[in-house]
Structure formats: C-alpha cells, structure tokens
C-alpha cells in the first residue's frame, strides 16, 4: 500500500478497507507515514465524512495502537460516562461517587481543559494532595476497595489518538465527526469499561452548536460502542447556558459538594441524576429507568453520595475536609461584581464567552502546558428566564488581580436582556441508543 493512494482515495470519497485503515493508523506510528501526508488524510476525511463501519475501523486501529486496561478482576459490570464538554459542566464529580455509593463500578478516566471548556481532573486538583495519576494497580485497586476512581489517561492508551489529535488541532480539523468519535471511543474502549453514557453536548457553548451535528455524533459514539460490545447511550443535553451557576475549578468542586449535599443549582442536579439513572440501567442494577431514578435521588437525600465522595477523595491523597468546609478550598482574593444596565428578563446567556473570560482570568488553558490558577472563576447570579433590574448583579468575577474592563464588559455582554420572559427549554433534548 502506498499513503497517498489512501489519500486519493478519501478524498474522492471512496471507502476505505479495514485492512487499509490498520496499515495506515500502523505506518503512522512506526514513524513512516510523515505529519503532512496524515494531515492531507485528516483534511479529506474532514470534507468526505467517513461510514459507520470506517469510523469503527478508525477507533479500533488507534485501540491497538497501544495498551488496554484489564478490569476484570473487578467484579460486575463496569461504567463509565463521557462528555463532549461544556461550559460549568461539573457533572463528573458528584455523579461518580453517587453511582459508585449505589454499587457501580466507576473506573472514569477524565480529562483537563482546553479553551472555554473545563476540565474535570483540573477541578479535582484544587482539592489539596488529590493525586489524578495513578498506576494501573492503583487505580484497579481504588475501585475494587472504594467502588470508583477519577484519573487521567496513562500515556500509553491509544497514543495514535493523541498524535493524530495535536495534528487536528493545527490543522482545522477539529470538528470533524468521524475523527472525534473514534479519538473519543479509541481511549474509553481502552479503558476497559463495560458500558458508556455519553453526554453530548449542544449549544453555543459546546463543540456541537446545532442539534443536528449533535444528534450524528451521537449515533456514531453508539455505533461505535456497539460495535465494540460495549453497551452504551447518549443523551443530547442542551449548552445554551453554563451549568449551575459556577465556572472556575475550586467553585465547580464546592458546587458539586452542593449538589452531594441535595441542595445546589436544579440543573446540575437533575442531569446528575438522569445520567446516573442512565448508568445504574446499563449495569443492570434495575430495567426500569424510573426506578433508578429514584435510588439516585435517595442516595443524595441519605447521604451516601457524600460519604462516597469523602471515601474517594480520601483514596487519591486529598484532604477530604473540604466535603464540611468547602470554605478552605482555594479563594481569590478579589471578588468584583458585573452589573446589568438595563432592566428586563435573561433571555440569553452566551456560554462560551463566559468560558472564554475565566480562561483569561487564568481558569483555563488556551495551550495545553498553561499552568491553571485554581481559585478563579465567575459565580452568576442570573440564568435564562429570571428578571434582572437595572443595577442588579449579573456574574461576581472572582479573580486573584484586578480584572480588565474588557473583560468585565464580556461579561456583561454575555447576559442577553429582552423584555419578555423567554420560553423554558428542556435540558435533556434527546436519548439515542444503538440501532438493532
């Protein structure tokens, strides 16, 4: 086979083998396929797409590009949960130990931020001492004694992936549908789990801005899981707004403490819930999704949770204090408030800006090495639908410095006021499972 006869091949739309995916993702990584040649192949699959069954090929060939994580000396089925990203999307750290406290395994391998999305590993670090690097023993080990660990990613699960994802990234190749659900299913199904929950997003705030984009990414996801043998679900969960009112690493980790607690945002809590429903179906704890529903709620109201959540914590060298004194988590010394001009209803919040301003405040990374202050972030104060007056405040911007005026007024942009309320929009969109 020759490299660019499988470019020529993509790019006039053709579908390319089994045996050809393989021997190029293989060439690539034994260094003799070079950057420009993968780059030209990303660029065609980007404007000709790829079939279910190419996708699944892709993620397979960067599955055995590198190690697999061996669970099966835990016992029972294995769950894990992924999200495409949003905007104070904390949802990974209350629903891990809520699951686990039900009697799930959760082996979660997460992720750091990049741009105007967080990342959940960078939130677990502003607990002090939390390790998020754990040896595959360890992290077999934590979850067969505590029921759950959130760790990142070991170096050697998938590595095609992560090359072909720094070419994506400087070449405009990002939201190609195809190479984000195999990058994505190439390291869950690495990881050994048994079943998947995905959560994608959609919105202005999310990689997938239309219904549509999301919807296809969705079944992809599933497609490939199915063809994996991984049993798995998405649902499409809407990103027109941030989540809760907290975006910033140590605010999100004492919001979800919160939530752990039974109180915090409604949102936050119900898509919580719902995923673990979600979660406690695929590991066959209950065939009835109402039912699941309900011992999720009951083990929040309980406290189980929680004390899951101290449990987990505790495992990975963090100072579990922070569950009763969420106060001794990382503060900023400035808190400044941003406040509406005019007066009338929310009828718009712009999620990314708002992502994109604690970015800049040093919440978040534009490049991946970019070291994190861990105590800023933006609290709001108004979400879609609720009244404002002139004067009132719209976000408190807590920041270690004195902040921009630029930024400020990106703020405050970022809150769209009309005159009417608008009308409520669901925040789980739509479920999508495997075809038959």
Same mark, same amino acid.
Do not use: C
């Given at each position: 086979?020759?490299?660019?006869?499988?470019?020529?091949?993509?790019?006039?739309?053709?579908?390319?083998?089994?045996?050809?995916?393989?021997? %190029? @993702?293989?060439?690539?990584? &034994?260094? +003799?396929?070079?950057?420009?040649?993968?780059?030209?192949?990303?660029?065609?699959?980007?404007?000709?797409?790829?079939?279910?069954?190419?996708?699944?090929?892709? &993620?397979?060939?960067?599955?055995?590009?590198?190690?697999?994580?061996?669970?099966?000396?835990?016992?029972?089925?294995?769950?894990?949960?992924?999200?495409?990203?949003?905007?104070?999307?904390?949802?990974?750290?209350?629903?891990?130990? %809520?699951?686990?406290?039900?009697?799930?395994?959760?082996?979660? @391998?997460?992720? *750091?931020? $990049?741009?105007?999305?967080?990342?959940?590993?960078?939130?677990?670090?502003? #607990?002090?001492?939390?390790?998020?690097?754990? =040896?595959?023993?360890?992290?077999?080990?934590?979850?067969?004694?505590?029921?759950?660990?959130?760790?990142?990613?070991?170096?050697?699960?998938?590595?095609?992936?992560?090359? !072909?994802?720094? $070419?994506?990234?400087?070449?405009?190749?990002?939201?190609?549908?195809?190479?984000?659900?195999?990058?994505?299913?190439?390291?869950? #199904?690495?990881?050994?789990?048994?079943?998947?929950?995905?959560?994608?997003?959609?919105?202005?705030?999310?990689?997938?801005? =239309?219904?549509?984009?999301?919807?296809?990414?969705?079944?992809?996801?599933?497609?490939?899981?199915?063809?994996?043998?991984?049993?798995?679900?998405? $649902?499409?969960?809407?990103?027109?707004?941030?989540?809760?009112?907290?975006?910033?690493?140590? /605010?999100?980790?004492?919001?979800?403490?919160? @939530?752990?607690?039974?109180?915090?945002?409604?949102?936050?809590?119900?898509?919580? @819930?719902?995923?673990?429903?979600?979660? /406690?179906?695929?590991?066959?704890?209950?065939?009835?999704?109402?039912?699941?529903?309900?011992?999720?709620?009951?083990?929040?109201?309980?406290?189980?949770? /929680? *004390?899951?959540?101290?449990? $987990?914590?505790?495992?990975?060298?963090?100072?579990?204090? #922070?569950?009763?004194?969420?106060?001794?988590?990382?503060?900023?010394?400035?808190?400044?408030?941003?406040?509406?001009?005019?007066?009338?209803? !929310?009828?718009?919040?712009?999620? +990314? &800006?708002?992502?994109?301003?604690?970015?800049?405040?040093?919440?978040?990374?534009?490049?991946?090495?970019?070291?994190?202050?861990?105590?800023?972030?933006?609290?709001?104060?108004?979400?879609?639908?609720?009244?404002?007056?002139?004067?009132?405040?719209?976000?408190?911007?807590?920041?270690?410095? +004195?902040?921009?005026?630029?930024?400020?007024?990106?703020?405050?942009?970022?809150?769209?006021?009309?005159?009417?309320?608008?009308?409520?929009?669901? %925040?789980?969109?739509?479920?999508?499972?495997?075809?038959?």
């Amino acid at each position: 086979m020759r490299m660019v006869d499988l470019i020529t091949k993509k790019r006039d739309g053709k579908t390319l083998t089994k045996e050809e995916i393989t021997w %190029l @993702i293989g060439q690539y990584v &034994a260094g +003799e396929v070079p950057d420009y040649q993968m780059s030209a192949f990303l660029m065609a699959t980007y404007f000709q797409g790829m079939t279910d069954e190419e996708q699944s090929q892709l &993620a397979f060939a960067m599955l055995d590009s590198g190690d697999r994580l061996d669970l099966s000396s835990i016992p029972g089925i294995k769950v894990d949960k992924h999200s495409t990203g949003g905007v104070g999307d904390k949802i990974s750290i209350p629903l891990t130990p %809520l699951v686990a406290a039900l009697g799930v395994s959760v082996p979660m @391998i997460s992720g *750091r931020g $990049l741009g105007h999305t967080g990342g959940t590993l960078d939130k677990l670090e502003s #607990i002090h001492g939390f390790k998020v690097d754990l =040896t595959e023993n360890q992290f077999i080990d934590q979850v067969q004694d505590v029921g759950a660990a959130i760790v990142s990613a070991s170096g050697d699960l998938a590595p095609a992936d992560r090359r !072909i994802y720094a $070419l994506r990234d400087v070449t405009g190749t990002v939201e190609s549908i195809p190479l984000i659900a195999s990058s994505i299913m190439s390291k869950k #199904i690495a990881s050994g789990t048994n079943a998947l929950v995905f959560d994608v997003k959609v919105g202005e705030g999310a990689f997938m801005k =239309t219904r549509a984009q999301a919807e296809k990414l969705a079944k992809a996801l599933v497609a490939i899981a199915k063809a994996a043998g991984v049993a798995s679900v998405a $649902l499409l969960t809407a990103m027109d707004q941030p989540l809760g009112v907290t975006i910033g690493n140590s /605010l999100e980790i004492a919001e979800s403490v919160a @939530i752990m607690r039974n109180q915090g945002p409604a949102d936050v809590r119900q898509l919580t @819930i719902a995923l673990a429903a979600q979660m /406690l179906v695929l590991a066959g704890k209950t065939d009835s999704l109402e039912v699941a529903t309900n011992l999720a709620e009951d083990a929040l109201r309980d406290g189980r949770a /929680l *004390r899951k959540f101290k449990q $987990l914590i505790t495992a990975q060298g963090g100072d579990a204090s #922070i569950v009763d004194q969420p106060q001794t988590l990382p503060q900023a010394k400035l808190k400044v408030p941003v406040k509406a001009t005019t007066s009338g209803y !929310i009828t718009g919040i712009d999620a +990314e &800006a708002l992502g994109t301003a604690v970015m800049q405040l040093g919440g978040g990374r534009a490049k991946q090495d970019d070291v994190l202050d861990l105590a800023v972030g933006l609290v709001l104060h108004k979400k879609v639908g609720t009244p404002v007056h002139e004067g009132d405040t719209l976000a408190m911007v807590h920041a270690d410095s +004195e902040p921009q005026e630029a930024l400020l007024d990106a703020v405050r942009q970022a809150f769209v006021i009309g005159e009417a309320a608008p009308e409520k929009t669901p %925040l789980i969109l739509q479920v999508v499972r495997p075809e038959a």
